[in-house]
């Protein structure tokens, strides 16, 4: 447990997520993970406030977890968690947190299970029931071989749909907060131009993040103005003086819900 | 400089890449520089270590700057460098260097050929003349704001167009290492079969580095193991071997030169 965690009234419970692989360093696989985690638990009101991409090296994967699972409510760790040599996730997260690497009874059986009468149970793939003393099993409804918790950190595979599956069991288990909400105002106009009065508009909201973001796509290009933060009414408020803002400067904005357009 | 950059004879120049903003933790903008900038400097022999994500918070950004260039040969930073409120990469990097920001005499003038007749070169436009001391520009083809170059730290746009126009005008000032190369064999067998003869593969070529990434996609499911290093003998050597320890399983090997596949 972090100190966080151990405050359990504090307004905004924050994550970070470790993503572990050379695969991702090198160029060779386009992370699709952290867009997603960030989204899920942005709409039960954890804010992912860091991400970090380590190599399969275990002094990195462990130096960095412990820098993380320091800092922030959650941690969440993706990829490395397979059958093969380069998956080693999970000694390293018993490396961090000090304690043995254990063949885990419960998650041998939901390997015995799946791989019945199909596949061999072999050494590698029991190497995928070992979890550091401790650590909760997260189900995998995909492939059975288990994620796991341990303290505040989330182990989760990397493969995509088996990764979504796993977060999705463990979110009722997370502290979450006020959910965060979005307005998108876009237009054509140059960031450039809009940039004084949106400042000002910053300045009269602390309590939103605005951000710009200019967009060039089909020739056409513009900016997308994203409001986000906890009270709706202060986002209703400050999108409908954007879209003003936005008008006085000769542009057509327009409105969206939620942090797209 | 850091100490790495002070020894010319280093055999592996290493990288690491600071994404700067909130977009990108919220979930609402999807990261396609990483793969880019890993892909390039892969080609020159420059080995990408580490990234991190931070949001458009002074101090996290500081931080991890300082961090990142105290560690490896060169740090790319994307994001932060526009006209609004909450680009801040600028005055964060002077900070963390401990030296002035200042308005960068050369910079204006790019702005200024590039607004003029436009638009008009107001203030917040000015601010992206805005270059800590002992800046180097990098060149903008085509938006005219800068990056720049300060230390072993180059600090590059966020929107992906602008940020590869500027990567490849720094390459060239890059030391690089020995090209690294790829092999990838894909196969239709499961990991869990293979993973045994896959180590002992690895364990013979130390100099290799050997990933194992189970696809699924349109209904198949299969592994593509990539073999990367600096000696193409290696490769080729440990790719056949590969191919001969898939056809022994039972599967049918696909070869390809490079890491997709």
Chains 1, 2 share one sequence.
Do not use: W
């Amino acid at each position: 447990m972090t100190s966080s965690d151990a405050n359990p009234t504090a307004p905004n419970p924050t994550a970070a997520v470790l993503i572990i692989g050379n695969e991702i360093l090198s160029g060779r696989t386009k992370d699709a993970n952290l867009p997603h985690i960030a989204e899920k638990l942005g709409e039960i009101g954890i804010r992912l406030r860091e991400a970090r991409v380590v190599p399969d090296v275990p002094e990195e994967i462990v130096d960095a977890l412990n820098a993380l699972r320091a800092r922030y409510t959650y941690v969440f760790t993706t990829g490395g968690i397979g059958p093969t040599h380069d998956d080693i996730t999970s000694e390293c997260v018993a490396r961090a947190f000090g304690v043995p690497l254990e063949r885990n009874a419960d998650a041998v059986e939901r390997l015995e299970r799946h791989y019945a009468g199909r596949q061999q149970l072999n050494e590698a793939r029991l190497r995928m029931a070992n979890v550091p003393a401790g650590g909760i099993l997260v189900d995998n409804p995909i492939s059975a071989a288990p994620g796991y918790q341990i303290g505040n950190v989330f182990v989760l595979a990397g493969v995509p749909n088996i990764m979504q599956a796993m977060l999705d069991s463990v979110l009722p288990r997370l502290r979450g907060g006020p959910p965060i909400h979005a307005r998108t105002v876009s237009c054509e106009l140059a960031e450039g131009r809009l940039a004084a009065d949106l400042g000002a508009l910053q300045e009269r909201y602390p309590q939103l993040e605005i951000g710009s973001y200019p967009y060039f796509r089909r020739g056409d290009f513009g900016v997308s103005l994203v409001l986000r933060g906890t009270d709706e009414a202060a986002l209703d408020t400050a999108a409908e003086e954007l879209c003003g803002i936005v008008r006085t400067l000769g542009g057509t904005p327009a409105l969206t819900i939620g942090a797209k357009g």
